[in-house]
């Protein structure tokens, strides 16, 4: 159970501040709708400890977590671009997610590949992530999310610029986690994110 | 392979850290040219060694001029017990410091072109600065300095400077020595046959002078000692000048704080033995300090024998060499 | 929920900051104790001396010109070839003059200045040409002629090569446009050009007047005489027969106040930050050409090629003969062969040195947002550039004695300052990489608990194994070619190669000296070959599918 409480931040030398407060239970997905420099990527920043707040509270069954580092926080990322690590393949950018100094069990390896295989990546382990396409490296992105197993996952505009195809696909993985109790909070501006995915959703 | 390597290193340098501890050890500060493998260096050191059961080590610093930079930075804890390698040009710098002991060793077995009974300093070679020429580029030297000046301009000339090195020095000393008071007159005539100037004798016989850069290069009249004994050429001389040539004495000396003190001055007795100057001659391509007769190599009969010799007391060198560079900056420079 | 993330080794933050700072420090007190303790010997800085004197007001004013022509004449000709580099990328024998763009700067000085008289001395090959295709031209290599031909030598490998990885660095989109565009000339400049060089001029200028203001035994060999002087003679004129502190200190604070405050200007503009851009290999876009364009450039880039190897080539033919000759009773290997291993048991342990001090002293200066915190490991970069050598040693000796007996000490010693002389060039090889990692790319590895030694194994060392290699090489190169602190300090008995070629040259042994020059030249050309294909990315990187699992990516 997720709870942000009067969370207040400000972006020095800026006139305008945001304050948040929600609720978020296991197994549901929030949307957060905004023109662009409405601060939902600021919410999102600030849950995951990229910022830190001005006032208030984050909490995660009940205990608060505004204080932790980020690599200590029970969220996985998925940023609109950027999630991999360009000068790695795209087996070591899924791998370095489940262990940060790679030393994975067979299992885990395992894991990797049933992932790929499930996103239509079989045998892309070996690819470099500029060698595919926009489409391609989300689903990457999502396996690593997913297979990180953070009960919190922190979505950025996860979908835009992708095809509807890899659209259809991405939105079944998330349903999917959604099913498993994993809570989901989606910035957004996606009219069908927000209809196929959300349970609640809101203004910024 | 990297592990192989790295063993292989570690055996090249072992002998240096194979000291046997119950034998004392004489520290001697020495530039590169007396230590080198094919100097005097190695010889002195097994010859010492046999008959001193002691351990003769050299550290190896640049020149004269480095090894009283670092024994005066080392100060009385210097580890150094000898210093060889000064001349008469470093000689009252080096007294000055303080740091330099009597020797109070017998002078009776030196055979130099001048007294010497320094009570601190004591000479283990010696030879004349001088012009060498490449015979092939210039058959007829010109045959003093006088000729030298007045001779055509693309004569060039390279010389060594006299705030960096010990011949460039030796020959500001030397026009002096000739010249006196007229001496920067000179200079400023002499400077336009002038190639280069350079930081060391080195730089000028590698860099310059055996490039065929300039058919004269001020050197030591014992050079062609060298090229003919080793190189087998008499391609390269020295040329006599009229005038005649200043004369360099090299020294060595026992440092005051030194704890191998009776050591140190058997090394000093030894120095003025055959068994120590024979090694001078061609390696370090120098004058004996004293008569080895018939060992005398037969080249050495065939170097120039200038006539005067100009000497100038270490003392009075350390007086005015600053007046002497300055002036020969100003005229160098005008 | 997964419990507390897997903790990654040496991931406290202080493994950052402190070691760099402590490094900074240890140089800073170095050079207080050196120039401190002269200072007192001396009794007071007493600058009137240097201003009353018309010949050290001379040093000081030639000193300040020639570096500054030596400046202009290295960028002018360096722009040209990094233009014609970054434009043309493939052409036979372009990676070979990169490779000897590299080598200039490392060449030992007395080495170097051998070669360049035997092609533009009065005997030399060119000046041989030349006075036959113009008659009484007048050419005279020794004074402020040799001096700028060295410098230029020297330098403007150096600078061409930064400026190419600018050029090189260029984004590809902008590149498109401007091909598209058909930008040419002035338009593609003021586009492409100058926005990617303008970041890395004032620092590449700093660096190349630096060098030249502390030149020696260059400005000594062909400067025809004592017009020619510079302060760090003047410096070294004072102690050698002198013993003056006093004059030595002014000289030195003189010395250290004109490029240091040349360097604070570049810290102030923050435009030193990248001389040595990442390198991004944008591939090659074509560009509209002039019209005879490429042959100009192909001229150009032939006559700077002879430039450079004619000088090295001389070095060849002159010490061939020594390493070729089996006649002549000991072999010169005998010698050669243990200098060799010496010179690297000093010259491997300082190379490594340098790099790790180089990346502690980088990590500590992007970790702390403070100003002095950020200052001090980052003077490491340049202090060791101008001050004197003889004012480092004496600072070390005041701080190490009693107890610089033994020969093993001296050595640790001679690595020591020599991976300290080589940090400059290391850090200025990798401050770019290790800066250039997106803030994006951070924040997933924080997210992800990549971080001390974990980070530094998956996310830096992929990125910065070919600069390190190179900056390897380097603090190799130039510790292995040494002449100045081995002979500042002494050497045992024990010659390494530089001291070897030394006692060659000081007991007329001319021919095996030459054949010494070229033994450390070929050296520094296999350090060189052999870094920078070690360096090279794996294979995987360069094509794609190949059949290895790649889990665990292979790295040399």
Not at chain 1, 98 to 103: E, I, N, T, W
Not at chain 2, 267 to 295: C, R, S, W
Not at chain 3, 426 to 432: F, G, P, T
Request: one cysteine or more; proline letters at 7%; aromatic letters at 10%.
């Amino acid at each position: 159970m997720l709870d942000v409480e009067h969370l207040c931040f400000r972006y020095p030398e800026q006139a305008r501040g945001w304050e948040y407060h929600f609720s978020l239970s296991p197994g549901h997905c929030v949307a957060i709708h905004g023109a662009s420099g409405s601060g939902k990527t600021t919410l999102l920043n600030l849950i995951a400890g990229f910022l830190e707040p001005d006032s208030g509270q984050i909490k995660w069954n009940g205990t608060p977590i505004q204080n932790l580092k980020p690599w200590n926080r029970p969220v996985t990322s998925v940023f609109q671009e950027h999630n991999l690590f360009e000068h790695l393949d795209v087996a070591t950018n899924i791998g370095l997610g489940l262990h940060p100094g790679l030393k994975l069990t067979s299992e885990q390896k395992k894991s990797i590949n049933q992932g790929l295989e499930r996103t239509g990546l079989a045998g892309f382990g070996t690819r470099m992530p500029g060698d595919l396409s926009g489409g391609q490296r989300q689903r990457v992105a999502l396996v690593r999310a997913i297979l990180r197993r953070q009960p919190l996952l922190l979505l950025d505009e996860p979908l835009t610029g992708l095809d509807s195809e890899a659209k259809t696909a991405l939105r079944a993985m998330l349903l999917e986690e959604k099913s498993r109790g994993v809570a989901l909070v989606l910035a957004s501006h996606d009219e069908d994110d927000r209809k196929l995915l959300a349970d609640s959703y809101w203004n910024l | 392979m990297l592990y192989r390597f790295s063993v292989l290193l570690l055996a090249l340098t072992l002998p240096l850290a194979a000291h046997s501890a119950d034998q004392p050890v004489l520290n001697v500060y020495t530039h590169p040219s007396f230590a080198a493998e094919w100097g005097p260096g190695p010889g002195v050191k097994e010859a010492f060694e046999k008959q001193c059961a002691c351990i003769l080590n050299y550290t190896v610093l640049n020149s004269g001029g480095d090894i009283l930079q670092r024994l005066r930075l080392e100060g009385a804890s210097t580890p150094a017990d000898v210093v060889l390698g000064l001349d008469t040009a470093t000689m009252e710098t080096a007294l000055q410091t303080g740091l330099i002991g009597e020797h109070s060793r017998s002078l009776e077995p030196l055979d130099l072109p001048i007294d010497w009974d320094d009570a601190h300093f004591i000479p283990y070679d010696w030879g004349y600065f001088a012009f060498v020429y490449d015979t092939q580029q210039l058959p007829e030297p010109p045959s003093s300095f006088e000729e030298l000046i007045n001779s055509p301009d693309d004569l060039k000339i390279i010389i060594q400077d006299p705030r960096t090195s010990t011949p460039g020095l030796g020959l500001l000393l030397w026009m002096h020595s000739v010249y006196g008071d007229k001496a920067p007159a000179k200079w400023e005539q002499l400077n336009n046959k002038i190639l280069a100037t350079t930081q060391s004798w080195s730089d000028g016989y590698f860099s310059l002078f055996m490039n065929g850069e300039a058919p004269m290069i001020l050197s030591y009249s014992t050079s062609p000692a060298y090229h003919m004994a080793v190189d087998k050429t008499d391609r390269y001389q020295a040329v006599q000048f009229e005038e005649g040539h200043y004369l360099q004495v090299e020294v060595a000396a026992l440092v005051e704080s030194s704890k191998q003190k009776t050591l140190a001055r058997s090394f000093l007795d030894f120095m003025l033995t055959p068994e120590f100057q024979e090694h001078i001659p061609l390696k370090n391509v120098m004058y004996p300090a004293i008569d080895l007769g018939d060992d005398l190599p037969r080249v050495f009969d065939r170097l120039i024998t200038p006539e005067p010799t100009f000497f100038l007391p270490p003392a009075e060198v350390a007086k005015k060499r600053r007046q002497l560079v300055n002036d020969w900056l100003d005229a160098m420079t005008r | 929920m997964r419990s507390t993330p897997t903790k990654a080794p040496l991931s406290h933050p202080g493994w950052q900051l402190i070691p760099g700072q402590l490094l900074g420090l240890a140089l800073l007190i170095l050079v207080a104790l050196g120039l401190g303790s002269m200072l007192i010997t001396a009794g007071g800085l007493d600058l009137s001396t240097v201003l009353n004197s018309r010949y050290l007001r001379g040093v000081v004013w030639f000193t300040v010109w020639q570096a500054t022509l030596s400046v202009l004449l290295s960028l002018a000709l360096a722009l040209p070839i990094a233009r014609a580099l970054a434009r043309y990328r493939c052409f036979p024998g372009r990676s070979a003059l990169l490779r000897v763009m590299e080598l200039s700067l490392v060449l030992p000085t007395i080495v170097a200045v051998s070669g360049i008289i035997g092609v533009y001395g009065r005997q030399g090959w060119a000046t041989g040409l030349w006075n036959e295709w113009f008659p009484g031209n007048g050419w005279n290599l020794y004074g402020l002629n040799g001096i700028l031909l060295a410098h230029v030598f020297f330098n403007a490998p150096l600078a061409a090569r930064v400026m190419l990885q600018s050029l090189e660095a260029v984004p590809p989109s902008r590149l498109r446009i401007a091909s598209q565009l058909g930008l040419r000339g002035w338009w593609l400049w003021r586009s492409v050009e100058w926005p990617a060089l303008r970041p890395v001029l004032p620092g590449l200028s700093a660096l190349v007047f630096t060098l030249c203001f502390t030149s020696f035994a260059i400005i000594m060999t062909l400067g025809g005489g004592p017009k020619a002087t510079t302060l760090e003679v003047a410096i070294y004129q004072a102690l050698r027969f002198e013993f003056d502190f006093p004059q030595a200190a002014v000289l030195a604070v003189i010395q250290l106040l004109i490029c240091g405050s040349l360097w604070w200007l570049v810290f102030r503009q923050r435009l030193q930050s990248s001389l040595l851009p990442n390198r991004q290999l944008s591939h090659g876009i074509p560009l509209k050409p002039w019209p005879i364009q490429s042959v100009l450039a192909g001229f150009l880039l032939l006559i700077f090629s002879l430039f450079l190897l004619l000088p090295l080539l001389a070095i060849s033919l002159r010490g061939l003969p020594a390493l070729l000759a089996m006649d002549t009773g000991t072999s010169i290997y005998e010698q050669l062969l243990p200098a060799t291993g010496r010179s690297l048991l000093i010259a491997l342990p300082a190379g490594f040195g340098a790099v790790a001090a180089s990346l502690l002293i980088l990590a500590s200066a992007n970790k702390t947002k403070h100003p002095i915190l950020k200052a001090i490991p980052t003077t490491t970069g340049y202090l060791p550039l101008i001050v004197p050598p003889i004012v480092l040693g004496t600072g070390l000796f005041l701080l190490l004695r009693p107890g610089l007996g033994n020969h093993a000490q001296g050595w640790v010693l001679v690595a020591l300052i020599n991976s300290l002389m080589a940090l400059p060039f290391v850090i200025q090889v990798l401050r770019a990489p290790l800066t250039s990692v997106d803030s994006h790319t951070l924040r997933v590895a924080d997210q992800l608990g990549i971080l001390g030694w974990y980070r530094w194994r998956r996310i830096y060392w992929p990125l910065l194994r070919r600069p390190m290699a190179l900056g390897l090489a380097y603090g190799i190169a130039l510790s292995m070619g040494d002449f100045g602190v081995i002979a500042l300090f002494g050497s045992p008995g024990q010659p390494t190669l530089p001291v070897l070629l030394y006692q060659q040259l000081g007991s007329y042994q001319v021919s095996a000296a030459a054949g010494t020059g070229l033994w450390l030249l070929m050296l520094l050309v296999g350090i060189f070959g052999v870094l920078s294909a070690i360096g090279r990315p794996p294979a995987h990187q360069q094509k794609n599918g190949s059949p290895q699992s790649l889990l665990e990516p292979k790295h040399a």
